[in-house]
């Protein structure tokens, strides 16, 4: 990894000393107006924190060091013979600002491969789990128990200096992220295949093919979408819970497996990565109050959407895959992922549904007056371009949301190790505290 490092130690000190002086210059400055709102509403809208791999715009959608998903899907290399972009290649842009050629993008896939090896507790970990316990649940517990092989933890229990926290981060980050590939696919093995493994890593391929064939999925088309989505997932600024969590955890100096360990838990809930199960489990009942088999799509109209959706808002429940705390349009990642649709599952039954809500569901959730915003976020589409190559175990999804987030948020936690940044710790209030401040006021 000689490479990376040559460049990380150019740009992290530079980046470093580049805040020292902005904060000698403008640290009493503010940044806005807090409100009792705010303290009460999950803290929307407080620029309370810094993440520099990448920035959400409201209108506009996410952008990783700068550059939008749409730019990344034609200037990140590609695999061979694939047109998605390859994840490795984002991770070299979130860790550096800067567009990886092909050949540091290969370096990355080689070090991923050769560093993707389980230790034998973990394995046997894995393989105890009860097939009942959510895949979720196991990911989380797998990455935590890594916490075995910290290089972190050992270096820091044996006192290194401040000033080598993020090369450790580094190490134990581009770690995580070749391993989490293997804990995943031996979860989805255990959990839906009896056990049986398929593939193994090929050192000369990429993470998105290796993984794909771990799952025991040959087609290029699948391939493919694997690359995209590890791309798409990645990073969506600081604020979301997976990534606040692992920017939180890491700052007590916990290592990079147990921050990114409580990140997955925080990931595993509905309103967060798990919406992704919960859109395929929505479209599905759909489907069965609609028709037997696959009958359903003869009797699919905008009435009938229109009905359900109205009765899933009228049970008090909220439409899976629409609505965002930040963004305010149709997010980006759900339009990459409709482009790669209309490319290769045109005349899906399951992509005309998800097209015919896309086509609903705004305007109700508009009528309806709460949602601050209508639009489809991105698990409103990832399932049903799953089930199309036929990984349709939906219990599984938020997994490989989770094998991708580790590729924004752990480059993230570099960043803020080689900041310096200190243990995160906000103040809180009580009502009572809150009402004699305002009285005061
Ligand atoms: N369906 C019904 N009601 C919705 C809604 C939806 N899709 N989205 C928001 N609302 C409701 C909220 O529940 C809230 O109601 P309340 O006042 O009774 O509590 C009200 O509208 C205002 O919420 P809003 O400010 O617009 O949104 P929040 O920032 O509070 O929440 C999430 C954002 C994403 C949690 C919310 O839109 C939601 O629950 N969506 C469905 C779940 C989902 O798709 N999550 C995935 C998001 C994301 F992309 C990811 O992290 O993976």
Same mark, same amino acid.
């Given at each position: 990894?000689?490479?990376?490092?040559?460049?990380?130690?150019?740009?992290?000190?530079?980046?470093?000393?580049?805040?020292?002086?902005?904060?000698?210059?403008?640290?009493?400055?503010?940044?806005?107006?807090?409100?009792?709102?705010?303290?009460?509403?999950?803290?929307?809208?407080?620029?309370?924190?810094?993440?520099?791999?990448?920035?959400?715009?409201?209108?506009?959608?996410?952008?990783?060091?700068?550059?939008?998903?749409?730019?990344?899907?034609?200037?990140?290399?590609?695999?061979?013979?694939?047109?998605?972009?390859?994840?490795?290649?984002?991770?070299?842009?979130?860790?550096?600002?800067?567009?990886? @050629?092909? %050949?540091?993008?290969?370096? &990355?896939?080689?070090? *991923?491969?050769?560093? /993707?090896?389980?230790?034998?507790?973990? #394995?046997?970990?894995?393989?105890?789990?009860?097939?009942?316990?959510?895949?979720?649940?196991?990911?989380?517990?797998?990455?935590?128990?890594?916490?075995?092989?910290?290089?972190?933890?050992?270096?820091?229990?044996?006192?290194?200096?401040?000033?080598?926290?993020?090369?450790? @981060?580094? %190490?134990?980050?581009?770690? &995580?992220?070749?391993? *989490?590939?293997?804990? /995943?696919?031996?979860?989805?093995?255990? #959990?839906?295949?009896?056990?049986?493994?398929?593939?193994?890593?090929?050192?000369?391929?990429?993470?998105?093919?290796?993984?794909?064939?771990?799952?025991?999925?040959?087609?290029?088309?699948?391939?493919?979408?694997?690359?995209?989505?590890?791309?798409?997932?990645?990073?969506?600024?600081?604020?979301?819970?997976?990534?606040?969590?692992?920017? *939180?955890?890491?700052? /007590?100096?916990?290592?990079?497996?147990?921050?990114?360990?409580?990140?997955?838990?925080?990931?595993?809930?509905?309103?967060?990565?798990?919406?992704?199960?919960?859109?395929?489990?929505?479209?599905?009942?759909?489907?069965?109050?609609?028709?037997?088999?696959?009958?359903?799509?003869?009797?699919?109209?905008?009435?009938?959407?229109?009905?359900?959706?109205?009765?899933?808002?009228?049970?008090?429940?909220?439409?899976?895959?629409?609505?965002?705390?930040?963004?305010?349009?149709?997010?980006?990642?759900?339009?990459?992922?409709?482009?790669?649709?209309?490319?290769?599952?045109?005349?899906?039954?399951?992509?005309?549904?998800?097209?015919?809500?896309?086509?609903?569901?705004?305007?109700?959730?508009?009528?309806?007056?709460?949602?601050?915003?209508?639009?489809?976020?991105?698990?409103?589409?990832?399932?049903?371009?799953?089930?199309?190559?036929?990984?349709?175990?939906?219990?599984?999804?938020?997994?490989?949301?989770?094998?991708?987030?580790?590729?924004?948020?752990?480059?993230?936690?570099?960043?803020?190790?080689?900041?310096?940044?200190?243990?995160?710790?906000?103040?809180?209030?009580?009502?009572?505290?809150?009402?004699?401040?305002?009285?005061?006021?």
């Amino acid at each position: 990894l000689e490479p990376l490092y040559d460049r990380l130690h150019e740009i992290l000190p530079k980046h470093a000393q580049d805040v020292k002086e902005f904060r000698a210059a403008h640290g009493g400055d503010t940044l806005g107006i807090l409100t009792v709102d705010m303290a009460y509403g999950g803290m929307r809208g407080i620029k309370g924190m810094v993440t520099e791999t990448s920035v959400l715009d409201a209108d506009e959608g996410i952008r990783y060091q700068g550059h939008t998903l749409m730019e990344l899907q034609e200037t990140l290399p590609r695999g061979p013979g694939g047109q998605e972009p390859l994840a490795e290649g984002a991770l070299w842009l979130l860790l550096t600002g800067e567009l990886p @050629t092909q %050949e540091q993008t290969t370096l &990355l896939s080689k070090e *991923l491969a050769r560093r /993707a090896e389980l230790p034998h507790h973990v #394995v046997q970990m894995i393989n105890n789990f009860p097939a009942e316990l959510h895949p979720m649940a196991q990911l989380s517990a797998a990455t935590t128990a890594l916490h075995s092989e910290s290089k972190f933890a050992k270096a820091y229990a044996s006192g290194v200096p401040k000033s080598k926290y993020w090369e450790l @981060t580094l %190490e134990d980050s581009i770690d &995580l992220i070749a391993k *989490l590939p293997v804990i /995943a696919s031996m979860i989805y093995r255990n #959990v839906f295949h009896d056990g049986r493994t398929v593939g193994t890593i090929d050192p000369d391929k990429d993470m998105g093919a290796n993984f794909a064939s771990m799952l025991g999925f040959s087609d290029e088309g699948f391939i493919d979408l694997l690359r995209l989505y590890l791309v798409i997932h990645a990073d969506h600024e600081g604020g979301n819970v997976s990534a606040h969590t692992t920017h *939180l955890v890491g700052s /007590a100096l916990s290592d990079p497996y147990l921050a990114y360990g409580a990140a997955l838990n925080g990931l595993a809930g509905p309103l967060h990565g798990l919406a992704n199960q919960e859109v395929l489990s929505w479209l599905t009942k759909f489907k069965t109050r609609l028709g037997e088999g696959d009958d359903w799509h003869a009797n699919l109209t905008k009435q009938r959407i229109s009905d359900e959706v109205w009765n899933t808002l009228n049970s008090g429940q909220v439409i899976p895959g629409y609505g965002h705390a930040v963004l305010r349009k149709t997010d980006p990642r759900y339009t990459c992922q409709r482009d790669f649709a209309l490319k290769h599952l045109p005349d899906s039954d399951d992509f005309k549904l998800v097209s015919m809500l896309y086509e609903v569901v705004p305007d109700i959730l508009l009528e309806h007056g709460k949602s601050k915003n209508p639009w489809p976020n991105v698990d409103a589409h990832s399932g049903i371009l799953l089930q199309h190559y036929g990984l349709t175990e939906m219990n599984f999804y938020t997994v490989l949301f989770g094998v991708s987030r580790a590729i924004g948020v752990l480059p993230s936690l570099v960043w803020s190790r080689s900041m310096g940044l200190p243990l995160e710790r906000p103040k809180s209030m009580s009502t009572p505290g809150l009402k004699a401040f305002v009285a005061a006021a």
